[in-house]
């Protein structure tokens, strides 16, 4: 979608770890069942002082959509491609299988798809986005750790999120400018 | 018209080797092992990569591309060291033009056959590789640098072989460059992953020059000893400089690549630099600590280097040897680079209690391909010993 920029922000303090936005993913995309096949993730921070004053927190995470793609970069057949709306995306009846992108990827956000013989990775489930639905994992969360939105709209759920508090990203040091924002 | 000659008295020349119960033997045992390969490569087929390779979505490349660059890198190595005759002039070398040159293409066409298998849609990359080429992808280029060195390699090889001077000295360097751009390519399809800090920077490329000299050093004299020792024949004297030559030359190579390891290792500890670190420890006390120090610094470098820098053990049979040694150090060396820049998981709690590393070991279906590629590369090559009057090389000027 033209003149659109979309991003996830996540509050992880909400976060409970219950999976459902991996659960919901897989159904809405079609992730075949295996070990290394998702499309999103929620990892365990390790566990904060010592009993019985503990604490932990979990971070979701899925495709950063980054502004600077190191897997469109190094993709030989140009399978990988960005979205005029940031959306990263893998044509796939392009993709080699060379999975030069999963090595690219300082997220681990790929996988090969056996199902449909290509590299698949989150794609803020463009289909329902571009029907004004939103992402299956922001619709389903509980807790509402994930807000979806355009933030080249300043008045959008995401925009004013980001304006009003601080907020962090995964690995800045790549330099691969992701959008997904996690509040600090 | 001497290749097509050679050509139509080949299967005349096979006939003979029934006569032979050692060769029998030794093209049995090759025999068997590119049949062993092709089936796995067949029930790879049939199960699916998944089910048949020991890859993860964090290790995506695992033994069948290091595989694969040990293949190249022979490659480029025979095609720098086969050149120095031909192309630059050192005349001692022009007597393994033929050979090397040769070689060189069976190394590249089995690294082919080998990542053949480890893509998973090969056929879909010839494709759209063509009509929908991303020219900012080192792996694009690979694939067309390596099309034209083979190419420009199949041109020097039949001008060797039928005597055209001028074609053979103009693919020749052709060649030769054509194996450098490639090759280093080659290492900056690792060189220029940024999120992989082992392989991320300048090094890779140049190091994958140097080593590819190793490779060279290493192979060059193992063809002309094993050629006369299967043929019960004594070594002329030009060979014997020749070996002489290249002990000399492989020892200077060892020297620099021992210079460039340890300034690697070297780079990679000091003041632990996040994830570098993980990776060189990985190798140096970690799960990749015997590839490294017995195969990789031992047998690679070490024991090749001691032979080669005694004029007392700088016999023809030592610097075979040694070749022999450094190939097997070398096959470790490329496993090693391909699985350590991998082993530091992108997420940190995807590695294993503990060292906190991910973790990979060949599958048997793996292996078995690997062999399988070695055998036939090795039969290939013994079959057009058999097939190509592959004597003497001769300077085209």
Known sequence: MKNKRFAIVLDTRRCIDCKACTVACKAENNVPVGRDNYRNWVSEEPLRGTFPNLGQGFTPGQCMQCGNTPCNRVCPTRATGVNADGIVTVEEKKCIGCKYCMTACPYNARYYNTETGAVDKCTFCAHRVYEGRLPACVETCPTKVRVFGDLNDPNSEVSLLLARHPHRVLKPEMGTKPFLFYLS | ?397
């Open chain 2, 1 to 397: 018209m001497t290749t097509l000659t050679a050509l139509a008295n080949s299967f005349g020349s096979v006939a003979t080797i029934a006569r032979r119960p050692r060769e029998i033997a030794y093209f049995s045992i090759l025999g068997l092992g590119v049949l062993a390969g092709l089936a796995a490569v067949v029930y790879t087929l049939v199960v699916g990569h998944e089910h048949a390779y020991n890859v993860t979505r964090e290790i995506p490349w695992g033994i069948l591309i290091s595989t694969y660059v040990f293949f190249v890198v022979s490659s480029t190595g025979l095609c720098l060291v086969s050149s120095l005759g031909d192309v630059w002039g050192f005349e001692k070398f022009e007597i393994i033009g033929r050979r090397g040159h040769l070689l060189a293409i069976l190394t590249l066409v089995t690294g082919f056959m080998t990542i053949a298998m480890e893509l998973n849609h090969p056929i879909r990359m010839g494709l759209y590789a063509v009509i929908s080429p991303n020219f900012t992808s080192a792996i694009w280029w690979m694939g067309c640098l390596y099309g034209i060195y083979l190419v420009l390699l199949s041109i020097e090889f039949t001008s060797l072989m039928e005597g055209w001077r001028r074609a053979a000295y103009i693919s020749g360097l052709l060649g030769f460059i054509a194996a450098v751009s490639a090759h280093s390519n080659l290492g900056a399809v690792f060189g220029l992953l940024e999120a992989r800090h082992f392989w991320y920077g300048p090094y890779m490329p140049i190091y994958f020059i140097l080593s590819a000299l190793v490779s060279g050093g290493a192979l060059t004299p193992l063809i002309v000893y094993f050629n006369h020792k299967v043929r019960g024949r004594e070594l002329s004297l030009k060979y014997r400089e020749f070996m002489e030559v290249i002990g000399k030359l492989q020892a200077l190579f060892l020297r620099i690549l021992m210079f460039f390891t340890t300034w690697k290792f070297i780079t990679g500890i000091y003041g632990q630099p996040p994830e570098k670190y993980e990776a060189t420890m990985a190798l140096l006390a970690g799960p990749l600590a015997v590839n490294f120090w017995f195969f990789e610094v031992l047998l690679g470098m070490v024991i090749p280097f001691l032979i080669l820098i005694n004029k007392r053990t700088r016999t023809v049979f030592g610097v075979a040897m040694a070749g022999l040694s450094s190939l097997v150090g070398i096959f470790f060396m490329r496993y090693d680079l391909v699985i350590a820049g991998q082993l530091v998981p992108m997420r940190e709690n995807l590695g294993e209690a503990g060292h906190g590393l991910l973790h990979y070991v060949p599958s048997s279906v793996e292996i078995t391909i690997v062999v399988g590629a070695l055998c036939l590369c090795l039969l290939l090559y013994s079959l057009a010993e058999k097939i190509f009057d592959l004597e003497g090389g001769h300077r085209h000027r």
